[in-house]
């Protein structure tokens, strides 16, 4: 019997090629497009970020040149700096209020799906869209701010859009009202896949709530914490449509972000060069989010 | 599976009928495709002039291809159509240096033969405006207007009602600034686009700097001037205006331009297709609003614009229809249509423009004198202008960039610039 099977296994070990022939084949479009698109356009890219490529690319090589003049453009600098507090920010608060939202739905509540519904709904408008939206909100002239002051508070001051110290936190406000809930709905997934058990037996052992929350329920969820914040990651670097169309990176450069000068060096200034350097860099800062999400998710596991 | 059938059945009908009619119809009339930014309601009753002329004077047909959105928007777009392979037959440009790389690239059609058939160097007033459609001695654009940004525009309201006269120069105007805010009124409106602040900058440098200084800067590239004690002044002023635009809150030009027109504001430094705004609100020059050419000190006028250019086609029956449509432009009654609608001046010395209204007028008086000088997109190429925007937006927004520091970085980039 042995030797049977090994023989067996032995004449299969040739064709281990042709094994799930269907999958590999079935396969094979999405590989090309993943090494011909994301991987040839990306080495295309870095490659002529060294040269000096105007409206053209061109292969006239400069060396770090546009890179130097990146790193020594204020309004890059300021992008950067924007892109780390709208990004942190950003993670912390999704997290912490789509959790929280997440656990006050879970709590058995009534009107439960008309509540998920309400709290998802920005989500499925458009970054455009909610970025206009927010822009009459927070407008002081219409919005928010001459609400306020018409019920009798008359020095009442809200006007984000328009001070440059503040302004990163007003796009913040409307990029939160956007992605909350689907951070929530993910989240609430995730709740609802912890077993009725675990909540049974922290009654029984009379341990507070919260306390059932942060120390039994959170660490079990860590896969789904996960997911959200890649999603989450994903939705900061890109953001541009947002500012786009709530200040189009004003007050002056106070509210750029590093892909709005990716596109606009490529194509308002002509500077293709200029825009492969900067869209480069957004590479790497990809590269920054990625590289602990894949040792959180893959490397862990050789140690088990 | 009948849907199908039927869907298909009816296609081939189509492609039928479309080879069909390719076949049977004439050689010589060919659609002309024709891309461009114009799309407020001036501007569209200006292009239709075009279309008309088109359409009524030869058996070609005018499509149009009208981009939403300004020339930011629509430039990409053209741009990479060309580049892409799918070139229109005609497409609007600010003449100057935005197309060197598309002629370098052998994309755009050689207009010489046309240009010299119809003497367009005999006739077209400023000569600068044909050599910025030539390359290498040949020339690929058709100048259709004259654009300045050299205009400051007064409203008469805002002053009536701070009880001050209206300025009939920047001194004036900046000692005048005052009285406006006391009447709670913002005294320049400016918008937060970062080519408006560019533009204001630009005018002011004209104006305080002088002509010699401005040209040293902008045209021979000189960094020495830049930081040099005229700009110095300049910056300085800048500084000033900064101050009297603070509560304009406005991004677009038209918003800034509406703040003047209903008298929420004193004035604003903008070019002159800023007159259409007022047109179109009913107010009469000399009356309602003032207009100052060079803000009443230098009057001098850019001559900047827009050009057509026609990208190289395969077909030999769509090159000649391009080149008849180039002709067409620039023809005298075409010309004169297309500006009085449009507000700007008329690339020929020879057309008169009686309707014109006293704002053009002034400005075809400067342009009669000679006092002209070359367009921001005629000197920088989109980098340089990108990176002066850049700068530009930043220093007029924020308190903490100083005069010395802003124009520390502005000499940089002129530096630098090609």
């Known amino acids: 019997m042995d030797d049977k099977t090994l023989n067996s296994q032995k004449n299969k070990r040739p064709t281990r090629l042709t094994r799930h022939l269907n999958a590999k084949i079935a396969s094979v479009p999405m590989i090309l497009t993943a090494v011909v698109v994301f991987v040839g356009c990306s080495v295309w890219t870095i490659v002529h970020s060294f040269t000096k490529s105007r409206m053209l690319p061109k292969l006239e090589f400069v060396g770090f040149k546009q890179y130097d003049r990146l790193w020594s453009t204020k309004r890059w600098l300021v992008s950067v700096d924007n892109l780390l507090i709208y990004g942190i920010c950003s993670l912390i608060f999704t997290l912490v209020i789509g959790f929280i939202l997440a656990a006050l739905l879970d709590r058995k509540i009534r009107f439960e799906n008309t509540f998920r519904t309400i709290f998802l709904y920005p989500f499925a408008l458009s970054f455009i869209v909610t970025g206009l939206v927010w822009q009459w909100i927070l407008n002081p002239d219409f919005g928010l701010q001459s609400l306020v002051r018409e019920t009798g508070w008359s020095s009442f001051t809200f006007d984000p859009l328009n001070n440059p110290d503040i302004v990163i936190y007003g796009i913040l406000i409307a990029g939160l009202w956007q992605g909350t809930g689907l951070i929530m709905c993910i989240l609430l997934a995730g709740l609802r896949g912890i077993d009725e058990d675990i909540w049974k037996a922290t009654r029984i052992d009379g341990i507070p709530i919260w306390k059932t929350y942060l120390f039994v329920i959170i660490p079990m969820m860590k896969p789904v914490f996960i997911t959200a914040l890649v999603l989450i990651a994903a939705g900061i670097v890109k953001v541009y449509d947002l500012v786009v169309a709530q200040t189009s990176g004003g007050p002056g450069l106070a509210s750029e972000v590093p892909a709005k000068y990716v596109y606009d060096k490529m194509f308002l200034a002509q500077n293709l060069g200029q825009g492969f350097a900067a869209s480069t860099m957004m590479l790497v800062m990809v590269f920054i989010i990625l590289i602990p999400y894949l040792y959180l998710q893959y490397g862990g596991k050789r140690h088990d | ?418």
């Open chain 2, 1 to 418: 599976m009948k849907i199908t059938k039927n869907t298909l059945a009816t296609l081939r009908n189509t492609c039928l009928g479309l080879s069909f009619a390719a076949l049977t119809g004439s050689a010589q009339a060919v659609d002309l495709e024709v891309t461009h930014w114009w799309t407020s309601g001036g501007e569209a009753a200006a292009v239709a002039e075009f279309a008309k002329a088109l359409n009524e004077n030869t058996e070609h047909n005018w499509i149009d291809g009208a981009i939403a959105g300004s020339g930011g928007t629509a430039r990409p777009i053209m741009i990479s159509r060309i580049l892409g392979g799918d070139p229109m037959a005609a497409t609007q440009f600010n003449h100057g240096r935005q197309t060197e790389e598309l002629i370098d690239a052998g994309l755009m059609l050689d207009l010489t033969d046309v240009a010299e058939a119809e003497g367009w160097k005999d006739v077209v007033n400023p000569t600068s405006l044909l050599d910025s459609c030539t390359y290498d001695g040949k020339i690929y654009c058709v100048p259709v207007n004259i654009h300045s940004w050299q205009w400051i525009w007064l409203s008469h309201q805002a002053y009536k009602d701070a009880g001050v006269d209206v300025p009939s120069n920047w001194d004036e105007f900046v000692a005048a600034a005052p009285a406006l805010q006391k009447a709670g009124k913002v005294p320049l409106a400016l918008g937060g686009q970062s080519w408006q602040s560019s533009g204001a900058f630009g005018v002011l440098a004209i104006a305080i700097a002088g002509m010699d200084a401005w040209s040293a800067v902008n045209v021979d590239k000189s960094a020495e001037t830049a930081a040099g004690p005229e700009y110095k002044k300049v910056f300085e002023a800048a500084v000033a205006a900064r101050e009297l635009a603070k509560g304009s809150n406005v991004q677009d030009w038209n918003q800034a331009t509406n703040l003047v027109i209903t008298g929420k504001a004193g004035g604003q430094i903008m070019g002159d297709w800023a007159q259409g705004e007022f047109q179109v609100a009913g107010q009469v020059a000399g009356e309602d609003y003032t207009c100052l050419p060079g803000l009443g000190v230098n009057e001098v006028i850019s001559t900047g614009g827009d050009a057509f250019y026609f990208p190289k086609l395969k077909d030999p029956a769509m090159e000649s229809a391009q080149k008849e449509l180039a002709a067409l432009m620039m023809s005298k009654e075409v010309q004169v249509n297309f500006n009085l609608k449009k507000g700007s001046l008329p690339v020929r010395g020879d057309v008169n423009l009686e309707a014109a209204n006293d704002c053009m007028k002034k400005g075809l008086e400067i342009l009669a004198g000679g006092n002209i000088l070359p367009d921001v997109n005629q000197v920088f190429s989109s980098d340089t202008a990108d990176q002066i925007n850049d700068l530009m937006v930043e220093f007029w927004a924020s308190d903490d960039v100083s005069a010395e520091d802003a124009q520390n970085r502005y000499a940089e980039i002129i530096a630098d610039a090609d």
